[in-house]
């Protein structure tokens, strides 16, 4: 089992960045596929970004342009660069690895 811990969140307002960090224990992740899932209220939990192994990535559409995910094999962590954040961007941010193991959120609150 991978043991992700999250870190990075808070409030930010309309238009600004924040850089989300997944520090991974008890494996070595860069033969994973790594993952960005986010929850807002009300709403299911959506999958926003993903890097496979060899570093290939993936976003949600409404993402795109604005958000990117990288990986750093020697600390065991990825990373969430999110850019022109909007309102609907809030909700809590949730790393995953190899679509198994979760890690326990972080908010990420997007107002003015």
């Known amino acids: 089992q991978v043991q992700l811990v999250e870190s990075g969140g808070g409030l930010v307002q309309p238009g600004g960045s924040l850089r989300l960090a997944c520090a991974a224990s008890g494996s070595i992740i860069s033969i994973y596929t790594m993952a960005w899932y986010r929850q807002a209220p009300g709403k299911q939990r959506e999958l926003v970004a993903y890097?496979?192994?060899?570093?290939?990535?993936s976003y949600a559409d409404s993402v795109k342009g604005r958000f990117t995910i990288s990986r750093d094999n020697a600390k065991n962590t990825v990373f969430l660069q999110m850019n022109s954040l909007k309102p609907e961007d809030t909700g809590v941010y949730y790393c995953?690895?190899?679509?198994?193991?979760w890690g326990q959120g972080i908010q990420v609150t997007v107002s003015s």
């Open positions: 995953n690895a190899r679509w198994v193991d």
């Open positions: 890097i496979r192994s060899g570093g290939s990535t």
